[in-house]
């Protein structure tokens, strides 16, 4: 299509625009209209605009027909805000007016008030009554015969939720920490859904001041994981050997008045053995498990299940530990004048031409390797770029020499240390040429080309 058929098109197009209000009061920016059409058959959505400041939008691009003209909530919001219509205020696309569109003409005036759904909000605070709550789950459920979760948010910097999309209709509340850190309830300071409260909501209005302050985990239980021996919660924990033991110990104790049954399980999957299971108001215990070490860094987080006794609810407290699986190593690969020589005899040189050799380290090891040395058996002195490595990284030291007669056999070696508890590592290579003189090669060439 060539540009003037191009703006031919669009000449025939048209638009359709409008003003979104709020029943509640006001405009918004970032609604959002769309223009449907059944010309296929069925209906399809073909364009959408979203709402300036003022309400405003326009639908453009649109071919003559007949649309019918969708008014719905950012999708910023799940569940969403406001009810989603179509013109002239019904919720059925099929109940819709349609709104005709005439080539290169506007059709305005296409405008909507939108109603909102009912929600809740409220604040989460620490039981010491002071200090809010940020990130803590809030889900909702609805009774449909049995009470099914709805929907979730999610506490603010400020401890502050809300939760959208509700009807006319009785809700339940329950509140949980995903750190594990607070004692999950329902409102209002409710153990489990069954005895929670009801929360009456109604359409197209706010229900505020749904609140909780939630009960700390270490009022009850205090859970720490080690791993040989450290607490190791922040990456890389400590370096073990690829194939040498790991042992992990999970130590409990009930902070709280009454006893408590807990069970224990790690992830990934280790077999945890407790001298108990139930622990009186004070106790302790130390369960303990073991496993080999894989290379690369490991982390595994295990999950206590605290059942206390009475009306305090069932948790989980989680403990993440970490190790960094070692492996260490170091090659060295020898060239002499570019050829890798490990066999005799090598290049040909001409005695008194010069000689090359490179020397490629690197570092097959996963860990970083200093103190670097490279030498060479033969006296030869060997310059590097540096003196350190990371895992799986190489660089090229280089000598040279002067090509003496006959069969000549060098070994370059290297030396690193590796982080401090694992030993040294080393590698050597051969490297070998054949030093000929002139009269060799006057004896040597007639040869070849025989």
Same mark, same amino acid.
Request: net charge negative; with cysteine.
């Given at each position: 299509m060539t540009v003037e058929d191009k703006n031919a098109a669009l000449a025939l197009a048209g638009k359709i625009s409008g003003t979104v209000n709020l029943i509640s009061g006001g405009t918004e920016a970032g609604l959002v209209a769309s223009a449907w059409s059944n010309a296929s058959g069925f209906w399809k959505k073909l364009e959408i605009a979203i709402t300036d400041e003022s309400g405003g939008y326009t639908l453009g691009r649109l071919p003559p027909g007949n649309y019918r003209v969708e008014f719905s909530d950012t999708s910023a919001y799940d569940p969403p805000r406001y009810i989603t219509e179509y013109y002239d205020n019904v919720l059925d696309i099929e109940a819709a007016e349609n709104v005709p569109v005439t080539a290169g003409v506007t059709t305005? %005036?296409?405008?909507?008030? #939108?109603?909102?759904?009912?929600? =809740? /909000?409220? !604040? $989460?605070?620490?039981?010491?009554?002071?200090?809010?709550?940020?990130?803590?789950?809030?889900? $909702?459920?609805?009774?449909?015969?049995? @009470?099914?979760?709805?929907a979730s948010g999610i506490t603010d910097a400020s401890g502050n939720y809300e939760v959208f999309g509700l009807e006319t209709e009785n809700v339940r509340v329950g509140f949980s920490d995903p750190s594990g850190q607070h004692v999950p309830e329902f409102y209002d300071g409710k153990s489990n859904l069954a005895s929670a409260d009801n929360i009456a909501v109604a359409l197209g209005h706010p229900t505020m001041d749904i609140n909780a302050e939630l009960m700390s985990t270490s009022d009850i239980v205090t859970f720490a994981k080690q791993t040989n021996g450290e607490d190791?919660?922040?990456?890389?924990?400590?370096? =073990?050997?690829?194939?040498? +033991?790991? /042992? @992990?110990?999970?130590?409990? *104790? !009930?902070?709280? &008045?009454?006893? #408590?049954?807990?069970?224990?399980?790690? &992830?990934?999957?280790?077999?945890?053995?407790?001298?108990?299971?139930? #622990? #009186? +108001?004070?106790? /302790?215990?130390?369960?303990?498990?073991?496993?080999?070490?894989?290379?690369?860094?490991?982390?595994?987080?295990?999950?206590?299940?605290?059942?206390?006794?009475?009306?305090?609810? /069932?948790?989980?407290?989680?403990?993440?530990?970490?190790?960094?699986? $070692? *492996?260490?190593? =170091? %090659?060295?690969e020898k060239s002499t004048n570019g050829q890798?020589?490990?066999?005799?005899?090598?290049?040909?040189?001409? $005695?008194? !031409?010069?000689?090359?050799w490179d020397y490629e380290i690197t570092n097959t090891g996963n860990v970083s390797l200093t103190s670097i040395v490279v030498t060479d058996d033969q006296g030869v002195i060997v310059s590097c770029p540096g003196d350190s490595l990371d895992g799986g990284a190489s660089m090229m030291c280089t000598a040279s020499g002067i090509a003496v007669e006959g069969q000549y056999t060098n070994i370059g070696s290297v030396t690193a240390d590796p982080l401090s508890g694992f030993e040294q590592v080393s590698d050597s290579d051969y490297s070998h040429y054949f030093g000929i003189t002139s009269e060799m090669a006057y004896v040597f060439l007639p040869l070849v080309l025989h």
């Open positions: 305005m %005036d296409i405008d909507a008030d #939108l109603g909102s759904y009912g929600s =809740i /909000s409220g !604040n $989460v605070k620490d039981d010491d009554g002071t200090t809010n709550l940020e990130n803590i789950y809030v889900d $909702v459920y609805r009774y449909d015969t049995t @009470w099914k979760y709805f190791a919660e922040e990456i890389p924990g400590p370096y =073990i050997a690829v194939g040498d +033991s790991v /042992s @992990w110990t999970y130590g409990i *104790t !009930n902070n709280g &008045n009454d006893s #408590l049954n807990f069970s224990i399980v790690d &992830n990934p999957p280790v077999t945890i053995s407790c001298p108990k299971y139930i #622990l #009186l +108001s004070g106790e /302790s215990t130390t369960c303990t498990a073991s496993g080999t070490a894989v290379e690369g860094q490991y982390s595994n987080t295990a999950t206590v299940t605290v059942m206390p006794s009475g009306e305090i609810p /069932s948790f989980d407290v989680k403990d993440t530990s970490h190790y960094f699986g $070692v *492996t260490t190593g =170091i %090659d060295i890798d020589a490990d066999n005799a005899p090598g290049p040909n040189i001409k $005695v008194g !031409n010069p000689v090359n």
